[in-house]
DNA sequence: AATCGTACCAACCGCTGCTAG
DNA sequence: ACTAGCAGCGGTTGGTACGAT
């Protein structure tokens, strides 16, 4: 059977469980992480799901160094906001609330490590050092104090939507080559971006192997069939029964599609 | 070449807020 | 009005990469 194992796993995910998890999403969508865990099959928390899912599959996610114009906006929305991350996030599109926390701690690391070591070096006799932390010199030094004033930055409103709802921003620039993950995990094997991976699954011979269509996965016929309330009654319903009114033919369908993505993705 | 310190990133945990029943 | 369950948020931690010594 399909369901559950008791035990939960954590730690790092696998190039497995990512593609696995990214297919199931592009079918039910981003929503009802329980739900999505345990109909995947996937060992892991609701919530771990979603993180993945958030701070690293999602296809709108930007990749690599915040610009100088990123740079400037969190400082900018920092010190009107204070450390509401998401609200941050959701000002930068492509950028997880997760990824600004690191780069704003990382920043604040830093910015420590120079005024001790200006401090030491004052100690020492040494007069000038005169180079702040570099951005952050400006106006962020006030914290989360004081509450919003005037000039609202230039990019804000852009997009309100928080990027990693459904169907989040579909124009990113593709992300730097990431050789690092998969050679943590992968052992010989071949590591593709999620970028690749959602090209992938997007492509005509996935798409054919439906049946076809314009709308990813999600718009096959056998889809139209099975949709997302029938699986949600039942999971309601009766846990136990999880999958009882979707059919074999569904779930050959899907196996199919599984051993598919993985063939594609997971193998050299 | 080995060691150490720093930067960066991914993931977990606990709490809060929202919503449906 | 109350409660339980879920989603989301912010803080924190642990691991890896990389540069300096």
Not at 10 to 17: A, C, D, I, S, V
Not at 202 to 211: A, L, N, V
Not at 228 to 238: A, H, K, L, S
Not at 256 to 261: R, S, T
Request: some cysteine; charged content about 30%.
């Amino acid at each position: 059977m399909r369901i559950v194992g008791e035990e939960v796993r954590k730690g790092p995910w696998t190039e497995q469980e990512d593609v696995q998890l990214a297919f199931y999403v592009n079918l039910f969508g981003d929503r009802r992480w329980d739900f999505l865990s345990k109909i995947s099959g996937l060992k892991r928390s609701g919530k771990s799901c979603r993180l993945r899912w958030v701070n690293y599959l999602h296809p709108g996610l930007k990749r690599g160094k915040m610009t100088p114009n990123e740079e400037r906006l969190i400082l900018e929305l920092h010190s009107k906001l204070g450390n509401r991350w998401s609200k941050i996030a959701r000002k930068l599109p492509g950028r997880t609330d997760n990824e600004i926390k690191n780069y704003w701690r990382t920043q604040m690391r830093k910015e420590a490590h120079d005024k001790k070591k200006k401090k030491q070096q004052q100690k020492g006799g040494g007069g000038g050092a005169s180079s702040s932390p570099s951005s952050l010199s400006n106006s962020s030094s006030s914290s989360s104090g004081s509450p919003g004033e005037e000039s609202t930055p230039a990019v804000v409103g852009a997009n309100e939507r928080a990027f990693y709802d459904t169907g989040g921003f579909v124009e990113a620039p593709p992300p730097p080559p990431r050789a690092d993950n998969g050679e943590k995990m992968g052992g010989g094997v071949k590591v593709y971006s999620m970028d690749e991976i959602w090209k992938a699954i997007e492509s005509p011979e996935i798409q054919e192997s439906h049946g076809g269509g314009e709308r990813s996965m999600i718009g096959s016929a056998i889809w139209d069939d099975y949709s997302v309330w029938t699986m949600d009654y039942d999971y309601q319903e009766d846990e136990r029964n999880l999958v009882a009114p979707v059919s074999d033919q569904f779930y050959s369908w899907f196996d199919n599609q599984l051993d598919f993505a993985h063939n594609t993705f997971l193998t050299g």
